[in-house]
């Protein structure tokens, strides 16, 4: 069975600070993508990863897919109250024909 | 363009009885999926398809029954209903060449 171990769980930071999330893995996914869900909605994709080592940014998120494909980070620069919610990570194995795999999910709460 | 919607958004159960959860897109995507969305545990894989007629247990099967007769819907059936199965539930379906799921607003479910 594959399982995504996703940390912290909980993260409450003060706006202008800066975090990272972890999502870790001992199987290899051939993408591994990171959601965003507001209270009462459904995930929405922020981003997808599928080389080893890729880094891409949308503004002041910063997405890193680890070397062998097993393992990414979410880091947020300067926080903003805006950017509260539960962030999740989800991977997608190859060979499996479009399941995901998610993690526990890390609920933020950026204070003003 | 409606994207993925569930119906009904809040439901009530009593223990035993049986319900129907649906699910339909108009995207016409091959791979669709149910998951179950508890506090601290991310979301959990029910069931999926990769296409009509064609579907396979997740990780947390019991309990529910699926079936994909068309390519648009995806409708999930709580045989007997638990309170272990209060939880909300989101429907998910995605391209075959496209990495991002796309979900619905969610089913609130109670059973009492």
């Known amino acids: 069975t594959q399982l995504l171990e996703q940390s912290p769980q909980f993260l409450s930071i003060q706006e202008g600070e800066n975090l990272t999330v972890y999502c870790n893995s001992s199987?290899?996914?051939?993408?591994l993508q990171w959601y965003r869900q507001e209270p009462g909605e459904g995930p929405v994709l922020l981003v997808t990863?599928?080389?080893?080592?890729e880094v891409k940014k949308l503004k002041r998120l910063t997405f890193q897919f680890g070397d062998a494909r097993k393992d990414s980070s979410l880091h947020i620069t300067a926080a903003q109250p805006g950017d509260t919610g539960l962030y999740l990570c989800?991977?997608?194995?190859?060979?499996?024909?479009?399941?995901?795999?998610f993690g526990q999910g890390t609920e933020l709460s950026v204070k003003p | 363009n409606a994207g993925v919607t569930q119906t009904p958004k809040f439901q009530v159960l009593k223990t035993g009885q049986s319900m129907t959860l649906q699910c339909a897109q108009d995207?016409?995507?091959?791979?669709m999926s149910w998951y179950r969305q508890d506090p601290g545990m991310g979301l959990r894989l029910i069931h999926y398809s990769v296409g009509a007629g064609i579907t396979d247990q997740g990780e947390v099967p019991n309990g529910y029954n699926v079936s994909r007769s068309t390519t648009e819907d995806f409708p999930l059936r709580l045989l007997s209903a638990a309170p272990s199965q209060t939880s909300v539930y989101f429907c998910a379906s995605k391209g075959r060449f496209n990495t991002e799921a796309f979900f619905g607003q969610g089913t609130r479910l109670t059973v009492v």
């Open positions: 995207m016409n995507h091959e791979y």
């Open positions: 990863v599928v080389t080893g080592g």
């Open positions: 989800a991977g997608a194995a190859n060979n499996q024909g479009g399941k995901l795999i």
């Open positions: 199987s290899v996914f051939s993408s």
